[in-house]
C-alpha cells in the first residue's frame, strides 16, 4: 500500500459524518476511494446519503493533512494498516456490516490463520472467574494450540486471560480503544510489550486518541467481530462484556458463559444470558470444544477418491482445501483461498451437503464428512 492510496484510505475516516457504513456506500459507489476525494462537489451531492453538507466536508480535503501526519508515524513505528479490502484484513470481521474501514496493528500475528476465541468479563473479576479463566486458556491450548485468544487489555478477566495465552504460548490479541501511540491501562504495558511476539495489538483509531469511554463501547464490536466464539467469564447484569456477548449474537457468533451462584453481582450478567438463550452455558474447555467440534478427532483413514467421482472440477478444487486444512475452514477462507467469490462458493458448499460430502458446523466452518 503506497502513501498516496493510504492517505485516501485514512482520510475517508475522518470525514466528520461519514461513519464506517456510509464510507463502504461511497467507495462503492464512486468506484474508489481515491475517487470520492477527486469527485465534484455536485456529483457528490447526488449520491444517498451524501447531501451539501456532506459534500462540502469531503471536497474541502482538510482530513487529508492530517492523514499525512498519520502516515508519518505509521512508517516511524512500523505500525502495520489493514483497509477493509485488504486480503490481511480480518476475514471474520470483514462479514460485520458495521466493520472499520482501517485498522491500524503492531506485533507478529496473522488476522486470519487458526481458531479465534475471545475471552472477556467484569474489571472486577473474582478469584473464582480469573481460576475459570486460566483454566479455560490454559485447557483450550492444550487441545487447540492453534487457537488464538481475543480480549480488551482492560482490567480483570480481560488481562488474566492474556496473561494465561502468555503462559500457555498462545498468540494473543488486545484490541484497544485509543491510538497505538499510547496504552491504557499503562500498568498493563509489560504484558502488552510480551503480546506482540505471537499476538498483537490491534485498534481502528488514529495516533492521539485519547482513551474515551465510548471508544471502548465501539471496539468491543471488534472484539465480537473477530473471534469464532466469544466466552463471557464474569459479569454484572451491566457493562462492557455483555455488550460484546450482543454484539456477537448479531454477527451469529457462539457465545457461551459460565454459570454463577444466584445473587452473586458479578454472576447476574452470565446467569441472564443463559436464561435468556443468549449464551450457552459452559463449565470448561472442553464443554467448548464439543459445542465447537473442536474437539481433537482421532486419526481417520483416507478419503476415498472415488467417493467424489461425481464431483465437477469446482467442488473437486474445494475438497482439495478441505484436505490440506483438516480441521476445517470457514466460507470466507474458502473464498479467499479459491479465489472465487462469496455466493459462489456458499452455492457450492450447499451442493456438496446434499451430496454428503461435506458438513456445515458452528461458525460457519465447513468440514469433509469422514
Not at 480481560?158 to 503462559?167: F, G, N, Q, V, Y
Not at 457462539?254 to 463449565?283: H, M, T, Y
Not at 464439543?290 to 464431483?311: C, G, H, P, R, Y
Request: hydrophobic letters at 40%; proline letters at 4%; charged letters at 25%.
Amino acid at each position: 500500500m503506497n502513501d498516496e492510496q493510504l492517505k485516501y484510505k485514512i482520510g475517508i475516516t475522518l470525514i466528520k459524518g461519514i461513519g464506517n457504513n456510509l464510507a463502504k456506500s461511497l467507495i462503492a459507489y464512486v468506484g474508489s476511494v481515491e475517487g470520492v476525494f477527486l469527485e465534484t462537489q455536485r456529483n457528490l451531492a447526488k449520491i444517498p446519503g451524501i447531501g451539501e453538507v456532506l459534500s462540502r466536508e469531503i471536497v474541502s480535503q482538510n482530513v487529508l493533512q492530517r492523514a499525512e501526519k498519520e502516515i508519518e508515524f505509521i512508517a516511524k513505528n512500523k505500525i502495520k494498516t489493514l483497509y477493509y479490502t485488504d486480503k490481511e484484513y480480518p476475514y471474520r470481521l470483514k462479514e460485520c456490516p458495521d466493520s472499520p474501514i482501517m485498522l491500524y496493528g503492531k506485533g507478529a500475528k496473522d488476522f486470519n490463520s487458526g481458531k479465534f476465541v475471545a475471552v472477556v468479563g467484569t474489571r472486577n473479576a473474582t478469584e473464582t472467574g480469573k481460576e475459570n479463566c486460566r483454566k479455560l486458556v490454559d485447557d483450550l491450548s492444550k487441545n487447540q494450540p492453534n487457537v488464538t485468544v481475543v480480549s480488551g487489555l482492560a482490567y480483570g478477566v480481560d488481562i488474566c486471560a492474556h496473561k494465561a495465552s502468555l503462559d500457555a504460548n498462545l498468540p494473543t490479541i488486545g484490541v484497544v480503544g485509543h491510538g497505538l501511540d499510547r496504552l491504557y491501562p499503562s500498568i498493563h504495558r509489560s504484558v502488552a510489550e510480551k503480546m506482540l511476539e505471537k499476538g498483537a495489538l490491534l485498534t481502528e483509531y488514529l495516533s492521539e486518541t485519547n482513551p474515551d469511554r465510548p471508544n471502548f463501547v465501539q471496539r468491543n464490536r471488534i472484539i465480537a467481530g473477530m473471534c469464532d466464539a466469544l466466552v463471557v467469564v464474569e459479569s454484572a447484569t451491566r457493562g462492557g462484556a455483555l455488550i460484546t456477548a450482543e454484539v456477537a449474537n448479531d454477527y451469529n457468533r457462539d457465545v457461551f458463559a459460565f454459570p454463577g451462584r444466584v445473587g452473586d453481582e458479578w454472576s447476574g450478567g452470565c446467569n441472564a444470558l443463559i436464561k435468556q438463550n443468549k449464551a450457552s452455558l459452559i463449565e470448561s474447555a472442553d464443554d467448548l470444544l464439543k459445542f465447537m467440534n473442536w474437539e481433537t478427532q482421532k486419526s481417520a483413514s483416507n478419503i476415498q477418491t472415488a467417493l467424489f467421482v461425481d464431483l465437477s472440477d469446482e467442488e473437486q478444487g474445494i475438497v482439495s482445501l478441505l484436505r490440506q486444512n483438516p480441521d476445517g475452514l470457514q466460507l470466507n477462507e474458502l473464498a479467499i483461498q479459491s479465489g472465487k467469490p462469496v455466493s459462489k462458493i456458499s452455492s457450492l458448499l450447499l451442493e456438496m451437503e446434499f451430496k454428503g460430502v461435506v458438513k456445515c458446523l458452528p461458525g460457519n466452518l465447513y468440514k469433509i464428512v469422514k
